[in-house]
């Protein structure tokens, strides 16, 4: 059985830090481009970052030179490190791991940035 769990996710001050993890198990995590959606209520999901099998990184404009997503293979997990938050970035995140066809989602976890 395939499972992504999130963590990490909470209330912050404009301006602060929060690290998200994405933990899977039930896949062979090195093979997985590994991608961090969030969606805002009354917004459409929308890609915030993307880290390929070979370790390439992209970025949604929005958070460029601001949130960093990475990879650990060894521990079967990504993370989405985020820097000098803004109230916009608030949000639900979702973890989402692509193999070819295959498509699998994480549960979401709330970040909300606000004074």
């Known amino acids: 059985q395939v499972q992504l769990v999130e963590s990490g996710g909470g209330l912050v001050q404009p301006g602060g830090s929060l690290r998200l993890s994405c933990a899977a198990s039930g896949i062979i995590f090195r093979l997985y481009a590994m991608n961090w959606y969030r969606q805002a209520p009354g917004k459409q999901r929308e890609l915030v970052a993307l880290?390929?099998?070979?370790?390439?990184?992209t970025y949604a404009d929005s958070v460029k030179g601001r949130f960093t997503i990475s990879r650990d293979n060894a521990k079967n997990t990504a993370y989405l490190q985020m820097n000098n938050l803004k109230p916009e970035d608030t949000a639900i995140y979702y973890c989402?791991?692509?193999?070819?066809?295959?498509?699998?989602w994480g549960q979401g976890t709330q970040v909300t940035v606000s004074s």
């Open positions: 989402n791991a692509n193999f070819t066809i295959r498509s699998y």
């Open positions: 880290i390929t099998s070979g370790g390439t990184t």
